[in-house]
C-alpha cells in the first residue's frame, strides 16, 4: 500500500492521440493501464483550447475511476485546471465540468493558453475573492479543492483562509534546482511550506517535473498525501515500457 498517492497523469497520451485522426492512443486503455499497475487514481488538465484531454474524455475517465474504486481499494480522479477561464465550444469550463464529472478532488490552477504547461501559483492577495465561492461551490458538491501554489508561507495562509482542502505545491523549479545540484536547498523551502500547511490542516499534494531521479528526495517532504505525474513518466514509458514505469514510481511513494 503506497504512503503517497501515485495520481498519473494522462495529459501527454491524448496530446498524441490528437496529432492525428480517431482516438489511438486510447486515453481510456492508458487509464486502464495505470490503475491496473497500482496507480492510486488519474489526473486530468482539460483546457480551453482541447490541446490535449477533451471534456469528453474528462467524463470517460470519471466512469472509469468509479467502476475500478472500491471499499477495498479507493482510486481517486482527479481534475486540474483555471475555474476562471471562461466556455469556449464544447469546453463548458472547469467548474460546469467538473460539477458534472464529481471528481474526488478539482484542482485550481491559475494557467492560460498562452502557457505551455502550468509555471506559476496562485496569488491568492490577488484572486482569492474570486476563487473563494467557486471552491465553495465544489465543496457543496462534495469534491475536495486543491489550489497549486508555490511555496510561499503567507500564500498558503490565504489558501486556508479562502476555503481549500489541500494545496498542490508546483515543483517545476525545485525539479530545475535538482538538476543544477541545488535541489536540497529547494527542498527546504518546500518543506517550511509544507510544515505551514500542516499547521493550517491543509492537505498536501505535489506535481510538476517530478521524475525517478527527484522524486528520490521529494517524497521525504512532511505530510506529502499525493503527487501527480505525466510528462516524465510518459517519457519514462517509452524506454521501458508504461505498466513498469508506472510500478517504478510507485515504488518511490512508500
Keep these: 500500500m503506497m504512503s503517497i498517492a501515485l495520481s498519473i497523469n494522462l495529459n501527454k497520451i491524448a496530446l498524441i492521440r490528437n496529432s492525428r485522426e480517431g482516438n489511438f492512443p486510447s486515453v481510456e486503455a492508458f487509464g486502464k493501464l495505470s490503475l491496473n499497475a497500482g496507480a492510486s487514481g ?11 484531454i477533451t471534456p469528453e474524455d474528462t467524463r470517460v475517465l470519471a466512469a472509469l475511476v468509479k467502476q475500478y474504486s472500491s471499499n477495498v481499494r479507493p482510486v481517486e480522479f482527479n481534475i486540474e485546471g483555471n475555474p476562471l477561464a471562461p466556455a469556449r465550444g464544447s469546453y463548458p469550463g472547469l467548474i460546469p465540468l467538473s460539477l458534472e464529472a464529481q471528481p474526488d478532488q478539482c484542482t485550481l490552477v491559475p494557467d492560460s493558453d498562452s502557457q505551455k504547461t502550468s509555471d506559476h501559483g496562485f496569488n491568492l492577495s490577488n484572486s482569492g475573492s474570486q476563487l473563494e465561492p467557486l471552491i465553495q461551490q465544489l465543496k457543496d458538491a462534495g469534491i475536495r479543492v486543491s489550489l497549486f501554489m508555490d511555496p510561499i508561507p503567507t500564500q498558503i495562509r490565504l489558501a486556508k483562509e479562502i476555503g481549500a482542502d489541500r494545496i498542490e505545491l508546483y ?3 525545485f525539479a530545475r534546482a535538482y538538476d543544477e545540484g541545488t535541489g536540497q536547498h529547494s527542498f527546504e523551502l518546500h518543506t517550511l511550506a509544507a510544515q505551514e500547511a500542516l499547521e493550517l490542516g491543509l492537505g498536501i499534494n505535489a506535481g510538476h517535473d517530478l521524475n525517478l531521479e527527484n522524486m528520490q528526495l521529494y517524497s521525504q517532504l512532511p505530510g506529502l498525501a499525493e503527487v501527480s505525474i505525466g510528462h516524465a513518466l510518459t517519457v519514462d514509458a517509452l ?16
Excluded at 488519474?42 to 490535449?52: A, E, I, Y
Excluded at 524506454?239 to 512508500?254: D, N, Q, S
Design 239 to 254: 524506454l521501458m515500457g508504461f505498466e513498469t514505469a508506472v510500478k517504478r514510481y510507485g515504488e518511490l511513494c512508500v
Design 42 to 52: 488519474l489526473t486530468v488538465h482539460p483546457r480551453p483550447d482541447k490541446r490535449h
Design 171 to 173: 515543483t517545476g523549479p
